[in-house]
């Protein structure tokens, strides 16, 4: 069984669209895929409709979170699986971070016309075609003004990794939790140890969360070393997360590959019997 939890769709900052993302999952040898937007379920039913035989799909979201509970507030992305998405909390609160996105980017864009860079704000909206709008929008433009030539170019401190950057307006991360819980879903912290994002939060917050619902810890990420992966392995095995595995496919926008990193079936298992909010489909 290849299951893949983690993917992003145009619906986001993927470059494939719900209805080539279930097809590609297929042609990659997946049983099963799990649709993970930013912020948003807006991809969940093209994706079902066009779901190949043979292919199971979980429905999903990454929310955007932060913890302010340190010296500083870090930034953190939460998964959450199953939940019923016309639960009108959660789907409103989305709205909201949807909503703050896009005044953030737009203020990104600013930023850069004061450097005289002139990226437009209509481009950024026009590629992001009525999805969750994010920095690797605003990096596709600067790859067309052949200011940098990959996303992660445009990533480093000189471009949107800090000079450029806006913070997001996101949910504060308890919050989260108890969003996805009401709604009958099923929260997995997304690459707790990716150090290359930022500042990674400390395990005392990972015990919190797990004391507040938290079910699983993502463990096999394209953005965690070897030793941060047994880490994460040790602390969910100690607090009794489960431990997920998956690509975080992005489509061009990064370079790994759909089905690169997979979760156990049983971990699967084990999330299909605790969502309630909404089916695995297939
Ligand atoms: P945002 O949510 O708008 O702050 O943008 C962050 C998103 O960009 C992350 O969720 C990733 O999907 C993507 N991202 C972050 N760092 C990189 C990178 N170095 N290269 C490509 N994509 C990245
Ligand atoms: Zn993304
Ligand atoms: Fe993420
Ligand atoms: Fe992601």
């Known amino acids: 069984m ?70 500083w507030p870090i930034s ?31 203020r990104m864009v600013e930023l850069m016309h004061a450097d005289g860079i002139d990226v437009t704000w209509e481009e950024i909206l026009q590629d992001a075609a009525g999805g969750t709008v994010g920095r690797p929008h605003l990096a596709k433009a600067l790859i067309r003004r052949g200011l940098v030539t990959t996303v992660t170019e445009a990533f480093e401190p000189q471009w949107l990794g800090t000079r450029y950057r806006v913070p997001k307006e996101d949910l504060d991360v308890f919050a989260a939790l108890r969003l996805v819980l009401d709604a009958g879903g099923v929260p997995v912290f997304a690459h707790p140890r990716a150090s290359v994002r930022g500042p990674v939060v400390p395990d005392s917050l990972i015990i919190e969360m797990a004391g507040a619902g938290l079910f699983g810890l993502e463990a096999d990420h394209t953005d965690h070393n070897p030793e941060e992966r047994a880490q994460i392995r040790a602390l969910a095995g100690e607090l009794g997360l489960v431990v997920t595995g998956s690509s975080d496919y992005h489509g061009t926008n990064k370079t790994v590959r759909l089905g690169a990193r997979t979760t156990a079936p049983e971990v699967l298992e084990r999330i299909t019997a605790a969502g309630h909010g909404s089916n695995v489909l297939g």
């Not at 998964?79 to 703050?100: I, K, N, Q």
């Open 2 to 71: 290849q299951i893949d939890l983690h993917a992003h769709s145009t619906a986001s900052d993927g470059t494939s669209t719900p209805v080539e993302l279930v097809a590609e999952a297929a042609a990659a040898g997946l049983d099963v895929v799990a649709l993970t937007d930013h912020d948003t379920t807006a991809g969940w039913s093209a994706a079902a409709e066009a779901r190949p035989d043979g292919l199971a799909l979980v429905p999903g979201a990454e929310l955007s979170c932060r913890w302010r509970g340190g010296p």
């Open 76 to 106: 953190l992305h939460l998964l959450a699986y199953l939940f019923d998405p016309s639960d009108p909390t959660l789907a409103g609160e989305l709205a909201r971070v949807r909503m703050a996105r896009e005044t953030r980017a737009e």
